[in-house]
């Protein structure tokens, strides 16, 4: 490992105790792979430098980048980092002016943090304000403005108005043809000349705004890395969620990063998902054009985040379960000298139900989200069944009306397994094993067949399954179940009364508790 990458003190990583994903040494590697890139070969010249790093959505790309960002604040001396949000900032026209004025306080703040003398402050300030008048005319050329209004006032012509009548068709009247026609062809023709020779040194002015901000910005971050090693370089600029935002700010936003911000000493890394961006160039320059060739232009490096084991996430999920552990049965088959409704018990049903279901990451959370929503509504005398909880939870994300019908054509095998395989394409499996008295017996388990059992108890009334089945094998899974819904039976019951399940009320509390807002 090079000496460039800064390794922290035991106290600064505690931004990496929730990495349940394991991701942390992909930023440690990410991290020298980009020191690599821009400032080892010459520290004294470094490089641009842009990254893509690549996963779908609800694969925890967010997460990750805010732990490697403290990583790299925490490091000594640290990184300068600016973290930007595409999709919070998409409501605003121009995605450029929203990045600078980010950009910009970043550098100020990194000024006033980092600076030892107020000397140094004054220059890079300085620095950092000319770049922002550079930047500010690259963006809005006057010439430009002056050029349009010589066009107006030679031929009462607007430049706009100019432009969208190449677009019409020659057989439509216009009544631009009206205000040529007043003011005659030679007027036309000195307008045009004055406008596109102000476009040209329009042009030239913001080839050179451009240079400019970039020397500027440059130069500012040469001081504050090279004064008492104030910072290290290069300064990371992470760009979030740029997948989600509107296709026109989304590339936008990606042609400013390449030709605006392409500075020596600046690392862009683009979290997103790569497909999806390309859906997004397609829908800017048509279905026909070549996005992801495009975008593989747009990006020096692109990194594929590794997809995030389920198991993982489950725990981190389920680190609220204190809340419930009194109450909670995983409705796992049971094992001998295994503890009874674990949290790894837990974790394994929850994953269970997150295969069977093919939930991402994102999906994940709120179907638990849902789950503890609902859980809420359980009495507190009541045990919490989390496998049938979960398993509802899922089936009301994937298909709220699937749920609704199975609800209400009680104990229809027909109807449940064509809402099943509706929502379940690839059911997923565990093995079981059943304790013999010199052996063990192996069976295979389908979710779908712990899912019926759990549904028909639903409906049923206690006292007549109590009576049907008094016995109930401990290790008969998934019949094994009903034990513990058995369990809520009364020591002494009433002659003809009617003892229906808690679980009856499962559907209704996933129900009103799905509609809470998925969380972004």
């Known amino acids: 490992m090079s000496e460039s990458l800064k390794v922290l003190n035991d106290h600064e990583v505690d931004h990496w105790d929730g990495d349940r994903l394991k991701r942390k040494g992909y930023s440690l590697f990410l991290t020298q792979y980009l020191l690599n890139k821009t400032v080892e070969p010459d ?3 470094p490089k641009p430098f842009t990254l893509a790093l690549d996963a779908p959505w609800g694969q925890g790309k967010s997460h990750f980048i805010d732990a490697w960002m403290k990583d790299l604040e925490l490091s000594d001396p640290p990184n300068l980092v600016m973290k930007f949000d595409a999709w919070k900032a998409d409501y605003l026209v121009d995605p450029l002016i929203a990045f600078m004025a980010a950009f910009k306080n970043c550098l100020d703040e990194s000024v006033k943090r980092h600076c030892p003398s107020e000397d140094l ?15 500010r005319r690259a963006l809005f050329p006057a010439v430009m403005q002056v050029g349009a209004a010589a066009l107006k ?3 009462g012509i607007a430049a706009h108005e100019l432009f969208e009548f190449t677009k019409e068709s ?10 040529i026609e007043e003011g005659g062809i030679d007027a036309l023709n000195e307008g045009l000349d004055k406008f596109f020779e102000k476009a040209l040194e329009g042009q030239n002015e913001r080839t050179f705004a451009i240079e400019a901000f970039k020397e500027s910005i440059a130069a500012a971050l040469k001081l504050l890395s090279s004064e008492k090693k104030v910072i290290s370089m290069p300064m990371f600029v992470f760009i979030d969620e740029l997948d989600r935002a509107k296709p026109s700010f989304s590339i936008a936003m990606l042609e400013g990063i390449k030709h605006l911000f392409d500075i020596p000493g600046v690392c862009f890394v683009v979290s997103t998902n790569m497909e999806q961006l390309a859906f997004s160039v397609n829908a800017i320059y048509g279905s026909g054009f070549d996005g992801r060739g495009y975008l593989k232009r747009m990006f020096d490096a692109e990194y594929t985040l590794p997809p995030a084991l389920g198991e993982s996430f489950a725990r981190l999920l389920l680190e609220n379960v204190h809340y419930f552990e ?4 995983s409705g796992m088959p049971a094992r001998q000298g295994a503890q009874v409704d674990s949290k790894d018990e837990l974790i394994e049903a929850f994953s269970w139900v997150a295969r069977a279901f093919e939930l991402d990451l994102r999906s994940q959370r709120k179907v638990m ?3 503890w929503a609902a859980a809420v509504g359980i009495p507190n005398d009541k045990k919490i069944f989390f496998l049938w909880l979960s398993i509802i939870a899922a089936w009301r994300h994937k298909s709220p009306e699937g749920c609704i019908e199975i609800f209400n054509k009680k104990n229809d095998i027909t109807t449940f397994e064509k809402c099943w395989q509706q929502v379940v394409k690839h059911d997923s499996r565990i093995k079981v094993m059943i304790p013999k008295s010199f052996n063990h017996d192996e069976r295979i388990v389908m979710l779908k067949e712990v899912a019926w059992r759990y549904f028909q108890a639903t409906f049923e009334n206690l006292e007549k399954r109590s009576s049907a089945e008094p016995d109930i094998n401990l290790y008969d899974y998934p019949d094994s179940v009903l034990i513990k819904i058995m369990d809520e039976l009364p020591r002494t019951r009433l002659m003809h009364q009617q003892y229906p399940p808690s679980i009856g009320s499962y559907f209704s509390l996933v129900s009103t508790a799905g509609h809470f807002s998925d969380r972004a």
């Open 121 to 135: 402050k004054q220059t890079i300030k300085e620095k950092v304000e000319f770049a922002v008048k550079q930047a």
């Open 43 to 45: 520290p004294h010249s």
């Open 369 to 371: 989200d849902t789950v």
């Open 153 to 155: 006032a030679t031929t």
């Open 326 to 329: 009194d109450s909670i049965v």
């Open 170 to 179: 020659p057989d439509q009247p216009s009544e631009l043809l009206g205000k």
